[in-house]
């Protein structure tokens, strides 16, 4: 088993679809990429000898505020979230530094939630991810790790408008991995 403590910087954009062309063309045109961030603790389970420590389990618990900025409204849209990650890691040799990959989802709960918001804001979110990364091994039961992710949300960030939106996220997660 090992703990990491995470920080995670990364660009977030939304992807619209509407039946209305000219409603999507104009936000299309007005939205711009928002710099959010995600920090928290993993806790990662080694699935056994037989496997030599190359898969592991990554669940956790993580705080996230992400969004995107528009043009047609001066005030950027912030979403914060508590995440629940669960993934497969597969590391790939095991040597000091090891090149990992990484697929899983997410369960987030929007503490924006309003029960009475006219939007309809949603209050679980679900989204995939994957990463590629690389763990550099400082000594037998410490190392530290960097990753680019990839993260889509599958959940409509709102159900009572005209255009369906989904947000979308690339990032950098750096941290470090205490293993006992």
Request: net charge positive; aromatic share 20%; hydrophobic share 40%.
């Given at each position: 088993?090992?703990?990491?403590?995470?920080?995670?910087?990364e660009q977030s954009y939304r992807i619209l679809q509407s039946d209305?062309?000219?409603?999507?063309?104009?936000?299309?045109?007005?939205?711009?990429?928002?710099?959010?961030?995600?920090?928290?603790l993993d806790f990662?389970?080694?699935?056994?000898?037989?496997?030599?420590?190359?898969?592991?389990?990554?669940?956790?618990?993580?705080?996230?505020?992400t969004g995107y900025q528009s043009e047609i409204n001066s005030n950027p849209t912030i979403h914060n979230f508590l995440e629940i990650p669960l993934a497969l890691r597969y590391y790939y040799g095991s040597k000091k530094i090891r090149i990992y990959s990484e697929l899983g989802v997410g369960f987030l709960?929007?503490?924006n939630f309003d029960i009475d918001d006219f939007r309809n804001e949603r209050l679980v979110h679900h989204s995939a991810f994957v990463a590629v990364g690389f763990d550099y091994n400082y000594s037998v039961d410490?190392?530290?790790?960097?990753?680019?992710?990839?993260?889509?949300h599958f959940t409509?960030?709102?159900?009572?408008?005209?255009?369906?939106?989904?947000?979308?996220?690339?990032?950098?997660e750096l941290g470090c991995r205490k293993h006992f």
């Open positions: 088993m090992s703990i990491d403590p995470i920080f995670s910087i209305n062309f000219l409603t999507l063309q104009t936000r299309n045109l007005k939205d711009k990429k928002r710099t959010g961030f995600r920090y928290g990662n389970f080694y699935l056994g000898e037989l496997y030599h420590e190359k898969i592991a389990l990554k669940t956790g618990i993580r705080y996230l505020k709960f929007n503490l410490f190392a530290f790790f960097f990753q680019p992710i990839f993260r889509y409509q960030t709102f159900s009572d408008i005209e255009v369906e939106e989904h947000l979308y996220n690339i990032g950098i």
